[in-house]
């Protein structure tokens, strides 16, 4: 299981673009990145994942580079609604079922 | 958008007392799953189910624990007799099964255990 290091924290305003970043310098070659968002008191709701390049959907879009170490979750014109713990995971989840979740980024979003 | 569900969404106990926890994971998911949540820490991995039996656990899940698909459709997570500490809030997941397909999460049980 490739293990992730994220920002503990950011902080940043409203209407601004957000780039949280995720370290997995052990990534296996058939790992899947997927990031989480939870709010207090909810469960983790899927965002976006990826597997190389760039991945964007509705909400966000997702950065991975050729040699797949990292990954950076973009999060365009943030609002405070966007407040919440982000959770890069990674792994391939057809060999490996035990998904674990990091810490997370306590993303802050100020007015 | 189809959802988890889970009941109840809170539930008090006294220690030593046994609890159920139940849930509906998406209809057409093959994979389940039970987190917990202490307030203020990370989501942790307790159990993962497959084919009508455990596939991972973790460390937590000891014989405590235990977790059933009795009809097909609910998935349950059975606490036999509860510590303090196993006051949290408890996720239920799905996941449809395809490669690496996203977990589904319920919004959760917070049990108090007195």
């Known amino acids: 299981l490739a293990k992730t290091t994220q920002p503990i924290s950011m902080d940043s305003y409203e209407g601004q673009e957000v780039n949280i970043t995720c370290s997995h310098n052990?990534?296996?070659?058939?790992?899947?990145i997927t990031w989480y968002q939870q709010f207090p008191s909810q469960g983790p709701r899927f965002i976006i994942q990826?597997?190389?390049t760039k991945v964007t959907n509705e909400v966000a879009s997702l950065f991975i580079p050729a040699d797949r170490k990292s990954s950076t979750l973009s999060l365009p014109r943030v609002s405070l609604s966007d407040t919440a713990v982000y959770y890069c995971?990674?792994?391939?989840?057809?060999?490996?079922?035990?998904?674990?979740f990091g810490k997370g980024t306590r993303l802050h979003i100020l007015p | 958008e189809p959802e988890v569900t889970q009941t109840p969404s809170h539930q008090v106990t006294q220690m030593g007392q046994e609890v159920i926890l139940r849930c509906v994971p998406i209809?057409?998911?093959?994979?389940f799953y039970w987190y917990r949540q202490i307030l203020g820490q990370k989501v942790e991995f307790l159990v993962s189910?497959?084919?009508?039996?455990?596939?991972?656990k973790s460390e937590i899940f000891d014989d405590q624990f235990s977790v059933e698909r009795p009809d097909g459709s609910n998935f349950t997570l059975k606490i036999r007799s509860t510590k303090l500490e196993d006051s949290a809030m408890y996720f239920c997941?799905?996941?449809?099964?395809?490669?690496?397909?996203?977990?589904?999460f319920g919004n959760g049980t917070r049990l108090t255990v007195t």
């Open positions: 990826g597997y190389k």
């Open positions: 052990n990534i296996a070659t058939n790992d899947y």
């Open positions: 995971l990674v792994g391939d989840w057809n060999r490996d079922d035990k998904i674990i």
């Open positions: 997941a799905s996941r449809l099964g395809q490669k690496n397909s996203p977990l589904h």
């Open positions: 209809s057409n998911h093959l994979y």
């Open positions: 189910f497959y084919n009508n039996e455990i596939s991972e």
